[in-house]
C-alpha cells in the first residue's frame, strides 16, 4: 500500500514518499455484482482464489492473477445467505473492502460498478463516468455537524492524465442503499449536483479513506434516473451489455495504469 496523509492527493508532498514512490504494482477492484465482474475475470485471465484470505463463512470471492505488471485482484460480496442474490449495497461493500484492503496490501483500489445516470446533467445509458467527487444522499442526521457527516462529501484522487487520455466524462457521485429515489434522497441529490448515483461508491471510499488507498471510481450507466423508464427494468434491461462496455473501459483504464506511478495518473 502506498502510505499518503491526504488520500486526495496525488503527489506526495513528504520528500521520502516522493522518492519513494514507483509504478503501481498492486490493484484491488472492488465490484458488487457477479455479472460486473466475471467479464473483466475472464479479460484479465484471472482465478478465483481457493485459499481466500477471508473467513470460511463469508460468501466474499477474490478472483486474481498478474496483468502485465500488475497484480490484480477482483474481489466481489458473493450471493446472500439468505436469498441467493448478489450482496450489492454499503454494508456488504464496505466488509468486503475492508477485509480485502487488510489482506492485499493494494497501492491502488477500483471501485467499478454500474450506476444510475442523471440526464439534466449529461449522462446516457452505456456512458462511463470517473467521480470527481463523491457522497451518501440517504444518511440524514439533521443536528449541526453529524449531518455533514452523514452527507461526508468530498473529492477523489485527482488524476487528469488519465482523464485526458480515455477521454471519459466525469461527474460527481452519489451513493444510497436503494435502487429507486425517494424525493428526500433527490432533494440532496440535486442539492450536490451529482451525475452519478449508486450503491456502494461512498461506502467503499469510506473505507479505503481509513488507510489512505487511492481509489478510482468508474461508474457505467444502465438506467436514466431521471428518464421515463422506471429504474428496475431498465437497469435489468441494459445491465449485461452495460458490462460488457464496463469491461472495455476497465481494461484502458488499467492498461493506462500499468507502469505508472500513482502521480503520473
Ligand atoms: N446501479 C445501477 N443503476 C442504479 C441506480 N439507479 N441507483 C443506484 N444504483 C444503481
Excluded at 484470505?53 to 446472500?80: A, M, Q, S, T
Excluded at 491502488?108 to 445509458?125: P, R
Excluded at 467521480?131 to 468530498?154: E, K, L, N
Aim: proline share 6%; charged share 25%; with cysteine.
Amino acid at each position: 500500500m502506498v502510505p499518503s496523509k491526504d488520500p486526495t492527493q496525488t503527489v506526495p508532498t513528504d520528500p521520502q514518499e516522493q522518492q519513494e514512490e514507483r509504478p503501481v504494482s498492486s490493484l484491488l477492484i472492488v465490484i458488487a455484482m457477479q455479472a460486473e465482474a466475471l467479464p473483466l475475470v475472464s479479460k484479465f485471465n484471472l482465478s478465483e482464489d481457493q485459499d481466500s484470505p477471508f473467513p470460511k463463512c463469508v460468501p466474499w470471492i477474490r478472483y486474481h492473477g498478474k496483468y502485465k505488471d500488475l497484480e490484480i485482484n477482483i474481489v466481489i460480496p458473493g450471493k446472500d445467505a439468505m436469498f441467493g442474490v448478489d450482496s450489492v449495497g454499503t454494508v456488504s461493500a464496505a466488509l468486503v473492502t475492508y477485509a480485502s484492503v487488510q489482506a492485499l496490501k493494494p497501492d491502488i483500489v477500483l471501485n467499478v460498478g454500474t450506476a444510475g445516470g442523471f440526464k439534466v446533467k449529461g449522462a446516457c445509458v452505456g456512458d462511463v463516468y470517473l467521480a470527481t467527487d463523491i457522497a451518501f444522499h440517504d444518511r440524514r442526521i439533521p443536528i449541526p455537524v453529524f449531518d455533514q457527516y452523514g452527507v461526508r462529501s468530498r473529492t477523489t484522487i485527482s488524476t487528469p492524465n488519465l482523464v485526458k487520455e480515455l477521454g471519459f466524462k466525469v461527474g460527481k457521485l452519489s451513493t444510497g442503499d436503494s435502487l429507486d429515489m425517494s424525493s428526500q434522497d433527490e432533494e440532496l441529490i440535486r442539492a450536490n449536483e451529482t451525475t452519478i448515483k449508486d450503491m456502494e461508491g461512498a461506502a467503499i471510499a469510506y473505507v479505503t479513506d481509513l488507510f489512505s488507498v487511492p481509489t478510482i471510481f468508474v461508474k457505467a450507466i444502465t438506467d436514466v434516473v431521471d428518464g421515463e423508464k422506471p429504474t428496475a427494468e431498465e437497469f435489468l434491461e441494459n445491465l449485461s451489455t452495460v458490462a460488457l462496455a464496463m469491461e472495455v473501459a476497465v481494461t484502458q483504464v488499467v492498461d493506462f495504469i500499468n507502469g505508472k506511478r500513482l502521480s503520473d495518473l
